[in-house]
């Protein structure tokens, strides 16, 4: 079974910096092909799409975070990322993983990101 799983959130000043992690283990597909994003819900919020970076290593971004946050994935390491900088206390919500290729879609657990005022 497929696993994704995400690290890094935490709590942090506003104008700090996070950097967060998706591992992806269990599958039987090349995570080369996966395409990959984070999602964030804050509370109150509807899930929002953050960013999202594609098997080609294409990626795009809520214009609220672009320019301060950047996705990345290491294929290798099946695994993706989210560096968080100059965050606003607007960012504080549960960040999601998700990924999958085809039919196939998988998402983590969830991460919480605070972000104090």
């Known amino acids: 079974q497929v696993q994704l799983v995400e690290s890094g959130g935490g709590l942090v000043q506003p104008g700090g910096s996070l950097r967060l992690s998706c591992v992806v283990s269990g599958s039987r597909d090349n995570f080369n092909i996966y395409h990959m994003s984070w999602y964030r819900q804050a509370p109150g919020k509807e899930l929002e799409l953050v960013a999202r970076i594609g098997s080609g290593g294409f990626t795009t971004y809520a214009d609220s975070v672009e320019g301060r946050f950047t996705i990345s994935r290491d294929n290798a390491k099946k695994t993706m990322f989210l560096q968080m900088n100059d965050l606003k206390p607007e960012d504080t919500a549960v960040y999601y993983c998700?990924?999958?290729?085809?039919?196939?879609?998988?998402w983590g657990q969830g991460t919480q990101v605070t972000v104090s005022s």
């Open positions: 998700n990924g999958g290729w085809s039919q196939y879609d998988y």
